[in-house]
C-alpha cells in the first residue's frame, strides 16, 4: 500500500496533471481516440482494446478520460469504457519475456508474455504486407522468439525497441492482401491472431457476411420526393444480394433479415462471433445538396481497400455517378479489423434521379450481381 502510494505521487510529480490515476478498460468494444475531434460517426480512431487493459488517466475532457500510454504517447477513452480498480498492484517496471509464433487449422498466433494486460494499437501496412503493434509502457527483455511450421501466414515476426517504454511488433505477412487480424489478451499474454488467406480464393467457399444498414427504429436517410425509408431498401438490396451470393455457392450471413433494432455494438459482436471472411455494409446516402449523387465505397483500413476498389469499379458500370473510395472512413462496422470489409453506398435517396433507380426492384438485382462481380474480380487479383 504505501509503495502504491508512492507510485501515485511519483507519476502526479511526473506530469503537468496534479491528479492521475489508474483502472482498466470494460465493456464489449473500449477503443481509443487520438485526439478530442468529433465528427458525425465520432472521432478519429486509433483502435480498438481488450477489456480489463491497465491505463493510466492523467485528465478529464467532458465524457472522455485522457491517458497517458507511455512517456510521449497519450490517447482518450470514453468514460463508459473505464472501471477504477482498487487491486491494481503497479510494478516498478515491465517487461516483454519470450515469444510464440505458431499455427492451428484456422489461424496463426503471435503471443508475447507480459506480466500486466498493457495497451496497444495496431496498424496494417501493405508492399510489404505487416501487421504492425506498439505496446506502451513496456521494454524488452524477450531474447527467444520460437517460431513453429504449423503457421501459414506469419513469415517473420520481430521487433524494435522504438522508445524506450514503446515496443513495436511487427508482423511480416506471406501474401499481399490482408485478410484481418485479432488482438487480446490470454492471462497477461498479448495475443496477435492472424487469419491466414484461404487456400481455395472461389467466391463458393468464402463466408461472406452482408449487413443491411439501419432497422427499426433507426429508419437512415429518406427519400427525396417519396420519403421511402433507407432501412426497408438497404434491406431489399442486402437481400438481393444474399440470393445472388447463394446462386454462387457462397455461405451467406446477414445481421438482419427483417426489420429490427440492432446497434453497431450487437452487430459488431454478431460478426465476431461468425467469423466471416469478408463483410459488404449496404447502405443509402444522403446530401444536404439534392444535385449530389452517385455511388461510392468504404473502407478505414489501407489492407482491406482493394475489395472496396474493384466492388466501386463494378457498380460504376451501372451507370452511377463516381462518389469515390473512401478512405479512413470511422463507420462502426469498417472498424472491426478481423476481415476486409467494404460499406457500398450504393446511391443518394436526396437526389431525384439516385431515388428513382433505388425504387426500381430491377435495380437491386443489378447492385446484387455488380457486388458479386466485385468480390470475383477482388479474388482474380488477389491470386495474382
Ligand atoms: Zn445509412
Known sequence: ?????????????????????????????????????????????????????????????????????????????????????????LQPFYLTNSWRVWGDSAYDYVAVALTEKLPYRAVQQIDPSRIVVDIFGVASNTNWITQLKTVREIKNAWYEQIEDDVLRVFIELKHKQHWGYAIYYRNNNLQIRIKPQPEVLKIKKLKIAIDAGHGGSNSGADGVTTK????????????????????????????????????????????????????????????????????????????????????????????????GNVGAFNFSLSGPTEYPNCLVEVAFLSNEEDEKRILDPKFHKEVARKIEKGVEDWLKEVKK
Do not use: W
Open 1 to 89: 500500500m504505501k509503495q502504491l502510494l508512492l507510485v501515485f505521487c511519483l507519476t502526479a510529480t511526473l506530469t503537468t496533471y496534479s491528479q492521475s490515476f489508474y483502472g482498466r478498460t470494460t465493456g464489449p468494444l473500449p477503443f481509443l481516440n487520438y485526439g478530442l475531434g468529433q465528427d458525425r460517426l465520432g472521432g478519429a480512431k486509433m483502435g480498438y482494446l481488450d477489456s480489463n487493459i491497465l491505463v493510466k488517466v492523467v485528465d478529464s475532457v467532458k465524457d472522455t478520460y485522457k491517458l497517458q500510454l507511455s512517456q510521449q504517447h497519450f490517447a482518450y477513452l470514453p468514460k463508459s469504457s473505464f472501471k477504477t480498480d482498487t487491486a491494481i498492484k
Open 228 to 323: 421511402v425509408l433507407e432501412k426497408e431498401y438497404t434491406l431489399k438490396i442486402a437481400k438481393e444480394v444474399e440470393k445472388y451470393l447463394h446462386k454462387k455457392g457462397a455461405d451467406v450471413f446477414m445481421t438482419r433479415t427483417h426489420d429490427t433494432d440492432l446497434t453497431m455494438v450487437e452487430r459488431t459482436m454478431m460478426l465476431r462471433e461468425q467469423q466471416p471472411d469478408i463483410l459488404i455494409s449496404i447502405h443509402l446516402n444522403s446530401s444536404g445538396n439534392p444535385a449530389t449523387e452517385g455511388v461510392s465505397t468504404y473502407y478505414r483500413y489501407i489492407g482491406f481497400r482493394p475489395l472496396s476498389q474493384k466492388i466501386l469499379g463494378r457498380m460504376l458500370q451501372l451507370g452511377l455517378n463516381d462518389y
